[in-house]
Each structure stands twice: as C-alpha cells, then as structure tokens.
C-alpha cells in the first residue's frame, strides 16, 4: 500500500492516515459508551487497530487467533486516525 492510499478524508479531521476499528467501537464512539479498547501499535506497513472487549474476550476464548470467523465477528470499520484517538480517549480514558 502506498503512502497516499493510506489516507482518508474525514468530515471532522480532514486528511489523515486510516486506522480501523471493530464494529462495536465504531457504533459505540458517538455514544461514548463504554465497550473496552483495546489496540495493537502501527507496525511498519500497517495502520493502528483496535477491538472492543468482547472481540477481546472472544479472542481470548478461541486460542487469541485473528481467524476469519474473528474478523467477521470484529467486522473491522475504516476510520481516520483522528477519530481513532477520539475513540481511545472517550472509551478507553486516554
């Protein structure tokens, strides 16, 4: 993926780099409810993730694999990286 392919026009941000998030986190950041958050670091070539508690426990259940039946559970959203750390902070506390 190149730089520029890693962006996404936000309506509240602008122009950010993409982060994605599960279903639960994304229908839960307008709420501010409080579903967990949990999150993996932007590794090289990758964006942020992150995942509500009960996408945490269901991992942790199922032997902590990211398998399909995982991902489609999660249903991962794009989001901008803003909105990612609007969500951490109004979930999350930080």
């Excluded at 670091?41 to 902590?64: M, R, S, T, V, Y």
């Excluded at 999660?74 to 909105?83: E, H, P, Q």
Aim: net charge negative; with cysteine.
């Amino acid at each position: 993926m190149n730089q520029a392919s890693r962006k996404v026009n936000c309506a509240e941000h602008g122009e950010a780099e993409i982060s994605f998030v599960c279903i639960h986190i994304a229908k839960a950041i307008d709420g501010g409810e409080k579903v967990g958050f949990f999150w993996s670091e932007a590794e090289e070539g990758l964006p942020p993730i992150a995942w509500c508690g009960a996408c945490e426990d269901w991992l942790l259940q199922n032997g902590e694999e990211w398998s399909e039946s995982f991902k489609s559970r999660a249903d991962f959203k794009l989001i901008c990286a803003g909105c990612f750390t609007l969500a951490k902070q109004v979930i999350y506390g930080s």
